[in-house]
């Protein structure tokens, strides 16, 4: 079945320093969706990309897909104390298969 | 327009005791999906159900775990004689019928079980 594998697993960043979390998929993916979750809360929802080498911005986070449609990225420019969370890529079939996730602390 | 509810919040059974998780899907959203979480790790797939029909279990253990999502009323997750390690988040998320603009889903505040 449809494996979506998200690295690193943790990443400690300084304030101001720079993020990013991969995930790669073992098939073609049609849509991918990037989730947050705050540590004791539930998934949010972040944003969807569906077109081969779709780039996505909103304000610090730059959301990328890859021309194959295989593999994707989350970076988030000058990190604040309030990035702090996990966040997950998702592959969509009839139903959304989740990477691991990657944790992010800040230190501030 | 309500959110996904989810009760209760937390869950505290004994081994061998059932549990009983309950969500709400958003006003107009007619597809329910069901995730486990363990502590530090991503969520897993469970049960996706459209209103009294059960479209894809492959992630619910074949004993003791059962879901439905009648006509009228909340999704229910039915864990028969839990053991420690059904202890987990349990998120329900919900989507409307359809093709969605952005496609995301939407999550409940989810249930946490303990089994002691």
């Known amino acids: 079945g449809q494996q979506v594998m998200q690295i690193p697993q943790y990443q400690h960043v300084q304030e101001g320093e720079d993020f990013t979390t991969y995930c790669n998929s073992s098939?073609?993916?049609?849509?991918i969706q990037w989730y947050k979750q705050r540590p004791g809360g539930h998934p949010v929802f972040l944003i969807q990309?569906?077109?081969?080498?779709e780039v996505k911005k909103q304000k610090r986070l730059t959301f990328q897909f890859g021309e194959a449609k295989k593999n994707s990225s989350l970076h988030i420019t000058a990190t604040q104390t309030t990035d702090v969370g996990t966040y997950f890529c998702?592959?969509?079939?009839?139903?959304?298969?989740f990477g691991a996730g990657t944790i992010l602390r800040v230190k501030s | 327009n309500a959110g996904v509810m989810q009760n209760p919040r937390h869950l505290v059974r004994r081994r061998g005791q059932e549990a009983r998780l309950r969500c709400s899907p958003m006003?107009?959203?007619?597809?329910v999906y069901w995730y486990r979480q363990l502590p530090e790790e991503g969520l897993k797939f469970m049960v996706y159900?459209?209103?009294?029909?059960?479209?894809?279990e492959s992630g619910m253990p074949k004993e003791r775990f059962s879901a439905e999502f009648p006509k009228e009323g909340p999704s229910i997750l039915r864990i028969q004689q839990v053991v420690r390690g059904d202890s987990a988040a349990y998120f329900c998320?919900?989507?409307?019928?359809?093709?969605?603009?952005?496609?995301?889903?939407?999550f409940g505040s989810g249930t946490r079980l303990t089994v002691v």
């Open positions: 998320a919900s989507s409307p019928p359809g093709r969605t603009v952005d496609g995301g889903y939407t």
């Open positions: 098939t073609t993916l049609s849509n």
């Open positions: 990309l569906v077109k081969s080498g």
């Open positions: 998702a592959g969509k079939g009839n139903k959304l298969v």
């Open positions: 006003k107009g959203h007619s597809h």
């Open positions: 159900l459209q209103k009294e029909n059960i479209i894809d």
